[in-house]
């Protein structure tokens, strides 16, 4: 079974989810990649506020190709999170509350997620074509001057994704390796 939740996210949402459920996600997300952590975070240090509120935000950790012509966007597959662990923990402190990419977070982001109530979220990687066909518009908010990696404005239907790790501090990757000890 799937859930289905419209962002923003809620407390009652972060609360029911687990890892390993799967969600149909609509509403408003974010996209930001490495170039575009690294200069929000720059320009914070500096004193410069980040060019999204980030509170109550998910943030999608894509790098869309260009849409083809009646397209909305081109491919927009996940990349892989744990480059983003770097400036996670300060982004969750800002307000942050959930992610979607690929692959394992590193134990201070896992740590960070618990403590500041968010939700990791996988997406598949090499469904690209596909995962495009959920998203129905694209603004680039922010720096445009980075191509792919600007940060942009994307609505959603139906998005589809699973909890990685949650807020009561679940890891499907974990429980994945315990079920397969238990059974071997």
């Known amino acids: 079974m799937q859930k289905k939740i419209t962002l923003p996210l809620t407390d009652a949402d972060l609360d029911s989810l687990k890892a390993g459920d799967r969600v149909l996600l609509s509403g408003t997300v974010y996209t930001a990649r490495d170039a575009a952590h690294k200069r929000m975070t720059e320009q914070e240090k500096e004193g410069i506020p980040f060019p999204i509120d980030v509170a109550g935000q998910v943030i999608y950790y894509t790098g869309p190709t260009p849409a083809k012509p009646g397209e909305v966007i081109g491919s927009a597959g996940p990349t892989t999170s744990g480059r983003m662990d770097l400036y996670t923990p300060r982004l969750l402190e800002k307000g942050l509350k ?15 997620i618990k403590q500041h109530r968010a939700v990791y979220f996988g997406a598949v990687g090499g469904a690209a074509a ?24 994307l609505t959603i239907e139906n998005f589809p994704v699973f909890v990685i790790n949650d807020v009561h501090g679940g890891d499907i990757y974990e429980q994945g390796v315990a079920q397969f000890r238990q059974d071997h």
């Open 130 to 153: 596909l995962i495009a066909r959920s998203i129905k518009a694209v603004e680039v908010i922010a720096y445009e001057d980075l191509g792919t990696e600007a940060i942009r404005r």
């Open 98 to 112: 959930g992610m979607i990419g690929k692959g394992y977070r590193n134990e201070e982001v896992k740590a960070a």
